[in-house]
């Protein structure tokens, strides 16, 4: 297993309170950040977000998807909570990359749903990995988390690389007329919960 080394770190003050953004690289060159509040290193079940990059939803506030209003939403928890991490990990599209996302958003504009465009690519539903996750929570201290998620399935990838869910918390955020069908197939096809 490739190891995700810690590079640097700076504070980065957001509307939503003062983070501090923490640099990872794989030795492929993937680079990850880690934005952290508050006194993280001496709590049990450490609130924590899992975020996968998408330019998309996060940048440009697209409406095909719920991944900007969730990823908005959890900073804004763990600044109320005062304590807590997000880490933000570069696997654009479900681990597709954006111009294979932007293909498959066409194939979802003939109408196809997300894993099937996927997989009209020749691609799985889902291609993240989550073994970066346990080097980037060792670096920090963490071995127990409170998962900002609706996706099961990231609770057992989390716990298979070695770090204990004590909690899972849901993300009910972004839902609208543009991505009805997007939420119902994550949930009908690839068990979130709603």
């Given amino acids: 297993m490739n190891s995700c080394k810690f590079v640097s770190k700076s504070e980065l ?21 880690a934005l952290t ?7 049990d079940a450490v609130m924590c977000r899992v975020h996968s990059e998408c330019l998309t939803g996060d940048a440009l506030h697209s409406l095909r998807c719920d991944c900007g209003p969730q990823l908005q939403a959890a900073l804004q928890m763990l600044a109320q909570n005062k304590s807590g991490i997000l880490l933000y990990l570069r696997q654009e599209g479900r681990g597709i990359g954006l ?27 889902d291609l993240r990995e989550y073994n970066i996750c346990l080097d980037i929570l060792q670096h920090f201290k963490i071995s127990s988390v409170n998962l900002l998620t609706n996706n099961p399935k990231k609770v057992d990838a989390l716990e298979e690389v070695g770090i204990t869910v004590v909690k899972r918390t849901s993300l009910h955020e972004g839902a609208n007329e543009k991505n009805k069908i997007y939420l119902d197939t994550k949930r009908d096809k690839m068990g979130h919960l709603r």
Avoid: C, M
């Fill in 13 to 33: 003050p957001t509307k939503f309170g003062d983070f501090t953004i923490s640099a990872f690289e794989e030795p492929n060159g993937k680079d990850h950040i």
């Fill in 37 to 43: 509040i508050g006194d993280i290193q001496k709590q």
């Fill in 99 to 125: 111009v294979n996302k932007i293909r498959a958003y066409a194939l979802q504009d003939q109408g196809h749903d997300t894993v099937e465009a996927n997989e009209l690519l020749g691609f799985d539903a």
